[in-house]
Nanobody, 123 residues
Framework: QVQLVESGGGSVQVGGSLRLSCAAS????????MAWFRQAPGKERERVAG????????VYADSVKGRFTISRDNARSTLYLQMNSLKPEDTAMYYC????????????????WGHGTQVTVSS
């Protein structure tokens, strides 16, 4: 099993930046495929970005392409999400998730979740 703890959320103005972190503990972090999801009130949980075990392949939702960057440091057991040019529609609770074999959009395929960190973008 792996435990995940997100940090780095906060309140920013439109156009600002934030860097989220997700610290993993418990199991060998490098064996897991990882992703960032977000969920706004009244909306379904959406995969923002995913990354393979070695950090060589990253995939993004169309809504964040060119603005967000997912990365991982396996030596530090940490996942990151750099968010630039933030928009009000990026406001949500952000979660990191781990899977044994998947980094796609289906939240049900992920085995482990953090508790989330809130991101609020105001105009």
């Amino acid at each position: 099993q792996v435990q995940l703890v997100e940090s780095g959320g906060g309140s920013v103005q439109v156009g600002g930046s934030l860097r989220l972190s997700c610290a993993a503990s418990g199991d060998t972090y490098g064996r897991y495929y990882m992703a960032w999801f977000r969920q706004a009130p009244g909306k379904e949980r959406e995969r923002v970005a995913g990354i393979n075990t070695r950090g060589t392949i990253a995939v993004y939702a169309d809504s964040v392409k060119g603005r967000f960057t997912i990365s991982r440091d396996n030596a530090r057991s940490t996942l990151y999400l750099q968010m630039n040019s933030l928009k009000p529609e990026d406001t949500a609770m952000y979660y990191c998730a781990a899977s044994d074999d998947y980094y796609g959009t289906d939240a049900g395929r992920y085995n482990y979740w953090g508790h989330g960190t809130q991101v609020t973008v105001s105009s």
